[in-house]
């Protein structure tokens, strides 16, 4: 293993790939790469630098999920860890195919939906919303997933969701295949009714 020259990033001559780095910070390693990449950083001034700007980095995307108003696939982990934390998480679970009552209120921190899905086999998943007619909206390409996991968990952005009118939104979970070609694997309507404003909403909780 070849000692780095000095301390500023960049002189590292195999620099371990920021992908690695984010992995190595959440423990998403296997053993043995684990061990390569920290006998590398014991090493390595120029990644250490690194490994300290991707942990700022994941501390930040960690709050901004946990201040709720982004859009993202979450592991079942962040959800039970924000509760532990004291969070309000808010969840629906529509069976694939069915669909669901929802709403918000002002005590709600995050939201969350559970979308069950047979992800055995899929390597590349999209997540699609649509309107009531159909018409897409909003497409998160090539999601997270854990193909063991029987489906995912869906943040939605409080922010979007505390403001929206009462509507219907379906999520639908793809699969793609080499050639592109399209495969359903769930479909999941929510029907939201929108938050009640003023004080009425502190009163019915
Ligand atoms: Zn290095």
């Given at each position: 293993m070849?000692?780095?020259?000095?301390?500023e990033?960049?002189?590292?001559?195999?620099p371990?790939?920021?992908?690695?780095?984010?992995?190595?910070?959440?423990?998403?390693?296997?053993?043995?790469?684990?061990?390569?990449?920290?006998?590398?950083?014991l090493?390595?001034?120029?990644?250490g630098?690194?490994?300290?700007?991707?942990?700022?980095?994941?501390?930040?995307?960690r709050?901004?999920?946990?201040?709720?108003?982004?859009?993202?696939?979450?592991?079942?982990?962040?959800?039970?860890?924000?509760?532990?934390?004291?969070?309000h998480?808010?969840?629906?679970?529509?069976?694939?195919?069915?669909?669901?009552?929802?709403?918000?209120?002002?005590?709600?921190?995050?939201?969350i939906?559970?979308?069950?899905?047979?992800?055995?086999?899929?390597?590349?998943?999209?997540?699609?919303?649509?309107d009531?007619?159909?018409?897409?909206?909003?497409?998160?390409?090539?999601?997270?997933?854990?193909?063991?996991?029987?489906g995912?968990?869906?943040?939605e952005?409080?922010?979007?969701a505390?403001?929206?009118?009462?509507?219907?939104?379906?999520?639908?979970?793809?699969?793609?295949?080499e050639?592109?070609a399209?495969?359903?694997?769930?479909?999941?309507?929510?029907?939201?009714t929108?938050?009640?404003?003023?004080?009425g909403?502190?009163?019915?909780?």
């Amino acid at each position: 293993m070849k000692q780095a020259s000095g301390t500023e990033p960049g002189n590292c001559p195999n620099p371990v790939d920021a992908a690695v780095l984010v992995d190595y910070w959440l423990s998403a390693l296997a053993a043995l790469e684990e061990e390569a990449v920290e006998e590398h950083l014991l090493g390595c001034d120029s990644c250490g630098a690194r490994l300290r700007e991707v942990i700022a980095l994941a501390e930040g995307v960690r709050s901004l999920a946990r201040g709720g108003s982004l859009r993202l696939v979450v592991t079942p982990e962040f959800v039970q860890c924000v509760q532990r934390d004291g969070l309000h998480v808010r969840q629906y679970a529509p069976p694939p195919g069915g669909s669901v009552q929802c709403t918000v209120t002002a005590a709600d921190d995050i939201l969350i939906g559970r979308l069950a899905a047979n992800l055995v086999g899929a390597s590349r998943v999209d997540l699609c919303f649509y309107d009531e007619h159909g018409v897409e909206q909003h497409r998160m390409p090539d999601i997270p997933i854990n193909p063991g996991a029987g489906g995912i968990v869906y943040q939605e952005s409080m922010t979007f969701a505390k403001a929206a009118p009462t509507s219907t939104l379906i999520a639908r979970l793809v699969t793609l295949d080499e050639a592109g070609a399209e495969r359903p694997l769930g479909e999941y309507t929510f029907h939201h009714t929108r938050s009640l404003p003023g004080p009425g909403a502190w009163l019915s909780v």
